[in-house]
């Protein structure tokens, strides 16, 4: 599986965009993003997935470049309760799906504040 | 709609003692899975239901057992708890096997 490569915290003003990046420069071509949050002592909570287009959802945006290489995910209003470790995994959608790893790595630790 | 739930929230267990932790789901899910995840790793699979019926070992299975009650619910036993299995249990569900998964909120477990 490919790795990724995530700054460990970032910090975003109540009511702004949070904009977080994600490297995976070794993704292969049968391998999706996928997004995870964590917020303290709850279990992951899955966000958002693509593969090559951008994609939104009622929670997210997720804008991958073209040429796979990175990705940012784009929460357009954090809020307080946004406030959680963010994980970037790539992985093939079969083994994400099949009962299989979810290796979530350090990921970002995003805070937000009032 | 609870979604998943897990018991108990917290255990604290001496080497040697044995218990189930159990988890049930109200999405009429087909699959469950059971993780452990470990300070500043990831998550790690432990078992897996990809059906009512069914059962299979993930990742790191050794050391512990798993049932499918019923479709609903999936619990997860320690015969003999060791040290080394301190750690955050996570119990999942998905509505097929190759499905988004939903968590359970963890059970945290301490074996001295």
């Known amino acids: 599986d490919a790795k990724t490569t995530q700054p460990p915290s970032m910090d975003c003003a109540e009511g702004r965009a949070a904009n977080l990046p994600c490297n995976h420069s070794?993704?292969?071509?049968?391998?999706?993003v996928y997004w995870y949050r964590q917020i303290h002592s709850q279990g992951p909570q899955y966000i958002i997935h693509g593969l090559k287009n951008n994609e939104t959802n009622e929670m997210a945006s997720l804008i991958i470049t073209e040429d796979r290489k990175s990705s940012t995910l784009i929460l357009p209003h954090a809020t307080l309760r946004d406030t959680a470790v963010y994980y970037c995994?790539?992985?093939?959608?079969?083994?994400?799906?099949?009962?299989?790893?979810?290796?979530f790595g350090q990921g970002t630790e995003l805070s937000v504040k009032p | 709609n609870a979604g998943v739930t897990q018991t108990p929230k917290f255990q604290v267990l001496k080497t040697g003692q044995s218990m189930t932790l159990q988890c049930a789901q109200d999405m009429n899910h087909n699959s469950m899975y059971w993780y452990r995840q470990d300070p500043g790793m990831g998550l790690r699979l432990i078992y897996y239901s990809a059906s009512e019926g069914t059962t299979d070992k993930g990742e790191v299975p050794n050391g512990y057992n798993v049932s499918r009650l019923n479709k609903r619910e999936f619990s997860l036993r320690l015969e003999s708890a060791a040290p080394s299995q301190t750690s955050v249990y996570f119990c999942a569900s998905s509505l097929a096997f190759k499905d988004t998964q939903y968590f359970g909120p963890g059970t945290r477990l301490t074996v001295l």
């Open positions: 070794t993704i292969s071509g049968n391998e999706y």
């Open positions: 995994i790539v992985s093939p959608f079969e083994a994400h799906n099949q009962g299989g790893k979810l290796i």
